[in-house]
């Protein structure tokens, strides 16, 4: 018999992020209260214990941030490129500095993993801000025209998946644009960008050029209706979205979209199936499948399913589900009770209307919220869970027999966001690819991120580009 061998616990010392019990609204380049004084809690979602209190900012407050960051950007545009980018490259680095403090911000007040914040959540981060840095200097030639100039004050509206990153891939090509910004976080993680309020500080950034808006949807929807506002860039539901393009709608306001998507992972029988695997268990259970770009439907070629689920039990059994903060975790907890509820409402919906289900044995946690790896075969397109976003760690697995009919199982979706090629053949992986309406295609692999390329979608899962030369232009007058 061989002996299995267990992990001792290895957990990240909290004692490196001092966490303050309350903090206000960043604006004008201090700390304020809200206008009303009202505040919210921000929860650990792994132990639901209290973290902070926050501000919760009012409309009155907006009007203020909006007002700083107008008067900011008078002097913020007409700096040269390159002082602009002194800035960000000292954002950057001092991000690298306390990356470490960072990632177990992010850990605690998000849930996920800790080898996920530290690993690739702030390396992602910094490389952003210096990313952009280089670019602020060199805007004449980003294929724009020339003296492409900024737009003024961006409004952005980001969500608690990735509370720090979606806060560089927002602020990073705004800043180096030259435009100023208002940004608000998501209400159940609003703690890493007010660190980032202080990192603006540390810099030495001007004053009025970064505000940081703590609040609820209603803060989020003030923001967005400014008149002050030039510019609106939103990541998150699909829902909420489609409320953001409507109070647009009619202005001059220049809007991204960023939204859900229900990404396929398309195996072939030539694919190399451990590499597969690895690919899709990344695809769907990193950060508990609270990725819009989740590859949350496996089609597997039906001559290598049974082969290809049973690897794929077999290395979901070894995933660990537990404390984020713990090296050692795969699988952290659900952001919210909120999201919670959902995932489980719609796994038991596969259930009702006749998938299969299978999940690990894994014992949860008892405090905090949590769910464990799920798989679903026997699922139909017409099953909610093949076509809704669970946005949870829940895979839906079809078949297809030949490549035509991947590419339309893939393409039968309202989203288009991400998809995943699994082969050994160079013409078959360009061929498929070349027929997915989905913004990003990876190909024997998932999940990867570069700042140098961009990312977006189509369908309901939103227009525009972040990232890379194309994330400049929506920044841009052009």
């Not at 605690?108 to 993993?113: A, E, S, T």
């Not at 220049?254 to 195996?267: P, Q, S």
Request: charged share 25%; hydrophobic share 45%.
């Amino acid at each position: 018999m061989i002996m299995a061998f267990e992990y001792a616990p290895a957990p990240e010392s909290r004692a490196v992020v001092d966490i303050a019990p309350s903090y206000g609204l960043f604006i004008d380049g201090e700390f304020r209260e809200a206008s009303d004084g009202k505040v919210f809690k921000t929860v650990s979602p792994s132990t639901e214990e209290v973290l902070s209190e926050v501000a919760q900012a009012s409309a009155e407050d907006v009007d203020a941030a909006v007002k700083a960051a107008r008067k900011a950007f008078e002097k913020w545009s007409a700096l040269p490129g390159a002082e602009r980018a002194k800035y960000l490259f000292r954002i950057a680095r001092i991000i690298q500095e306390r990356s470490r403090e960072l990632a177990v911000l992010e850990t605690l007040d998000n849930g996920k993993p800790i080898k996920e914040t530290r690993d690739a959540d702030l390396p992602l981060v910094a490389a952003h801000f210096f990313y952009y840095a280089g670019w602020a200097d060199k805007l004449d030639h980003a294929g724009f025209g020339d003296n492409p100039r900024p737009l003024g004050v961006a409004g952005q509206v980001i969500p608690w998946n990735f509370p720090l990153l979606m806060l560089a891939w927002k602020i990073a090509p705004a800043l180096a644009a030259g435009n100023t910004v208002v940004l608000k976080p998501a209400e159940t993680t609003p703690l890493s960008a007010l660190f980032f309020a202080d990192i603006c500080r540390q810099a030495g950034l001007p004053k009025g050029v970064v505000n940081i808006l703590t609040g609820d949807g209603s803060t989020g929807a003030a923001l967005v209706g400014h008149d002050g506002i030039d510019k609106v860039a939103f990541t998150g539901s699909t829902g909420v979205g489609k409320q953001i393009a409507r109070t647009v709608a009619g202005t001059d306001k220049k809007l991204t979209l960023e939204l859900g998507g229900k990404g396929a992972n398309i195996v072939f029988d030539d694919a190399p199936i451990d590499q597969a695997v690895e690919g899709i268990v990344n695809g769907i259970f990193f950060n508990q499948g609270q990725v819009c770009c989740a590859g949350s439907r496996l089609l597997v070629q039906e001559s290598i399913q049974d082969e290809l689920l049973d690897a794929l039990k077999r290395r979901m059994s070894t995933l660990r589900v537990g404390d984020p903060l713990d090296k050692n975790t795969d699988v952290g907890a659900i952001n919210s009770a909120e999201q919670l509820a959902r995932i489980t409402a719609l796994a038991d919906s596969g259930e009702a209307e006749g998938a299969e289900r299978w999940a690990p044995a894994c014992e949860l946690p008892g405090a905090g919220y949590w769910f464990a790896p799920t798989l679903f075969t026997n699922v139909t397109q017409a099953h909610r869970i093949a076509r809704e976003e669970i946005f949870g760690p829940v895979l839906s697995v079809l078949t297809f027999r030949t490549p035509a009919e991947a590419v339309a199982k893939a393409n039968n979706s309202q989203y288009g966001l991400s998809a995943g090629i699994w082969t050994e053949k160079g013409s078959r992986m360009l061929a498929v690819a070349d027929k997915l309406r989905a913004g990003v295609v990876w190909a024997n692999t998932f999940n990867k991120f570069d700042p140098t390329s961009p990312f977006g979608g189509f369908k309901e899962s939103g227009f525009g580009r972040e990232g890379g030369r194309h994330g400049l232009e929506a920044y841009l007058d052009v």
